[in-house]
Each structure stands twice: as C-alpha cells, then as structure tokens.
C-alpha cells in the first residue's frame, strides 16, 4: 500500500516537472544564461571578434559614470517621456473602464476595439504614427484643412514635438491593456458600498473618491508598478519612429543601448561588452526604482 502511494506520488511529482520543464528550460536558455553572458563580457573589451577580447576590468563601468554623458542624457529622455506618458494613459484607461463598467451600450465591441492595438505589432506602430505626423502626412493635411496651421509642421525635427508624438502613439498601443486591468478591479468592488453611498446622498465624484478610488488602490499600485516598468523599458518603439531623432533627444535608456552596443542594430565593431556594462547599470537602476516604489506605494495594500 505505502508502495503504491510512493509510485503514486512520483507520478505526480514526474508530470508536474514535465508541466514545467518548457517554462524552466525557457528561463535557463532565454534569460539566466544571457544575464551571466552580459554580466561576463561587461569586464571585457568584446566586438564579437575573439582575437580582439581583452579583459579591462572595471574599465567599462569607470566609462560609464565619468565619460559618457549620453547615456545619463538618454535616462533625462526617458523619465521625460515617462512623465509625459503616464498621467495621460492611466486616467484615460481608468476612465474609460468606469464607462465601461456603467453598462456602456456595445461594451463589449470597445473593449476588443481599445484593446487591438496591444496586439499590432511595435514595428507596425511605429510605422503608422510615422506616417501620420509625416510632413505631408494626415495630421498635417487635417490641421491644414481646419485652419489651425497655414504650413506643415515637421514634427520630427523639434524634440519637443517628435516626444509628443512618441508619447501619443504610446498611450495609443498600450492604454488597452490597461482598461482590461481597472475593469477588473472594478469589477471586484462591492455594489452594496455604491448602493448605501446613494442611500446617503453621496455625488457621483465623492463616490468615485472615497469608495472606488480606496477599492481599487491596491491594484492601482501594481497597475502603475507595471506602467512604469513598461515605459522605462520601452525601445522597439522608439528605434521604429524616430531612431533617437532629433540628434538623439528622443533615445530612451533602452533604445540608446540595442541601437549603439547590440549586433544587429550597432555599427560593426561596436563594443558589445561595454553594451553589457550598461545594461548590467541599467538593470541596477531600474530595479532600485521598482524597489522605491514599492517601498512607497506600501500602505496603499491595506486602505481595506
């Protein structure tokens, strides 16, 4: 009898682990190994060309925090396009999930609609806000038409304006996703709570302030937590639309390491390993952000 349980148990344990193993495989092949690739070559001077290797030691770590200016400049880029995205995409995508949510007529035809550009492609993005704010492009043409411009903008010789555009076509791509995330925190608010705050004569935004806002906060939090990690992160956008044009003021972080130091994208003979040094700093930072924030954001897991 024990036996049999014993076998049974191996059964169980066998399958689970054979459950598992893409998933598993996958982290040790697509993301351990290359983390201790990059976190190897960062010591190195490495063009992908072995005869030229030569360990330099902290050498790429001393460049990057006393030499290097552009990459600082691209984190300025990047907290600018943050800045300038998030305040805009998550009130929009919280407002729109409360329309939702009130028994829009066709909910469920917005919802697949605001969601579809999650699922088109960085590159196609990037391609289509290209060519709507082009110097002849459809903006351009309807601004023209309604008398608000007498003469073509070139929105993507201003860094102020090319931002502008980024930040438009981001909030297009993702915000849907982000309407799915607050429709489902919605949905977990009580409807007793509305409905003894109308009892008591409560408005539609002291409802909203004290009973949905409080409600939802804690997964509010995590909603903003993955918003930010998303747009810090953010690169295959921005190579795809302006490639850091005007002179570089629009690179992110990200963008500005894939386009200059990761084969495929760089120049020939770029110094892969100084690439690797940048992304083991940038990895660095970006985790001490995650951390703060969730330091600070802590007390909004127990408003209820």
Same mark, same amino acid.
């Given at each position: 009898?024990?036996?049999?349980?014993?076998?049974?148990?191996?059964?169980?344990?066998?399958?689970?682990?054979?459950?598992?193993?893409?998933?598993?495989? !996958?982290?040790?092949?697509? %993301?351990?190994?290359? *983390?201790?690739?990059?976190?190897?070559?960062?010591?190195?001077?490495?063009?992908? /060309?072995?005869?030229?290797?030569?360990?330099?030691?902290? @050498?790429?770590?001393?460049?990057?925090?006393? *030499?290097?200016?552009?990459? +600082?400049?691209? +984190?300025?880029?990047?907290?600018?396009?943050?800045?300038?995205?998030?305040?805009?995409?998550?009130?929009?995508?919280?407002?729109?999930?409360?329309? =939702?949510?009130?028994?829009?007529?066709?909910? @469920?035809?917005?919802?697949?609609?605001?969601?579809?550009?999650?699922?088109?492609?960085?590159? *196609? /993005? @990037?391609?289509?806000?290209?060519?709507?704010?082009?110097?002849?492009?459809?903006?351009?043409?309807? =601004?023209?038409?309604?008398?608000?411009?007498?003469?073509?903008?070139?929105?993507?010789?201003?860094?102020?304006?090319?931002?502008?555009?980024?930040?438009?076509?981001?909030?297009? $791509?993702?915000? !849907?996703?982000?309407?799915?995330?607050?429709? $489902?925190?919605?949905?977990?608010?009580?409807?007793?709570?509305?409905?003894? #705050?109308? &009892?008591? !004569? #409560?408005?539609?935004?002291?409802?909203?302030?004290?009973?949905? &806002?409080?409600?939802?906060?804690?997964?509010? %939090?995590?909603?903003?937590?993955?918003?930010?990690?998303?747009?810090?992160?953010?690169?295959?956008?921005?190579?795809? /639309?302006?490639?850091?044009?005007?002179?570089?003021?629009?690179?992110?972080?990200?963008?500005?390491?894939?386009?200059?130091?990761?084969? !495929?994208?760089?120049?020939?003979?770029?110094?892969?390993?100084?690439?690797?040094?940048?992304?083991?700093?940038?990895?660095?930072?970006?985790?001490?952000?995650?951390?703060?924030?969730?330091?600070?954001?802590?007390?909004?897991?127990?408003?209820?």
């Amino acid at each position: 009898m024990k036996e049999r349980k014993w076998n049974r148990k191996v059964r169980k344990t066998v399958s689970c682990y054979a459950i598992l193993s893409p998933q598993i495989i !996958g982290f040790f092949v697509f %993301s351990l190994y290359p *983390i201790l690739w990059a976190a190897q070559k960062a010591f190195y001077y490495y063009n992908g /060309t072995p005869s030229a290797t030569r360990f330099v030691g902290f @050498g790429n770590f001393v460049k990057i925090f006393t *030499i290097d200016s552009t990459y +600082w400049e691209t +984190w300025g880029n990047t907290l600018l396009f943050t800045f300038g995205k998030l305040p805009l995409e998550l009130p929009l995508a919280l407002l729109i999930a409360l329309c =939702l949510r009130r028994g829009l007529k066709g909910a @469920g035809f917005f919802r697949a609609a605001f969601y579809l550009p999650c699922v088109i492609s960085i590159a *196609i /993005t @990037g391609l289509i806000f290209t060519n709507l704010f082009d110097y002849f492009g459809l903006i351009n043409a309807w =601004l023209t038409n309604i008398g608000l411009i007498d003469v073509p903008i070139d929105w993507f010789s201003n860094a102020w304006t090319a931002r502008l555009v980024l930040i438009i076509g981001s909030v297009w $791509s993702s915000f !849907g996703i982000n309407v799915l995330y607050f429709i $489902s925190a919605l949905a977990n608010v009580p409807e007793e709570l509305y409905e003894s #705050a109308k &009892l008591d !004569g #409560a408005s539609g935004w002291k409802t909203f302030w004290h009973i949905t &806002l409080p409600m939802i906060a804690p997964v509010f %939090s995590t909603i903003l937590l993955l918003a930010i990690n998303g747009t810090l992160q953010t690169s295959e956008y921005i190579l795809a /639309t302006t490639r850091g044009a005007p002179h570089g003021s629009t690179y992110t972080v990200m963008a500005y390491v894939i386009n200059r130091f990761v084969p !495929g994208f760089a120049e020939g003979g770029a110094n892969v390993g100084y690439g690797c040094a940048l992304s083991l700093v940038t990895a660095v930072i970006m985790g001490l952000v995650a951390l703060a924030y969730t330091k600070a954001t802590a007390k909004l897991q127990d408003i209820y």
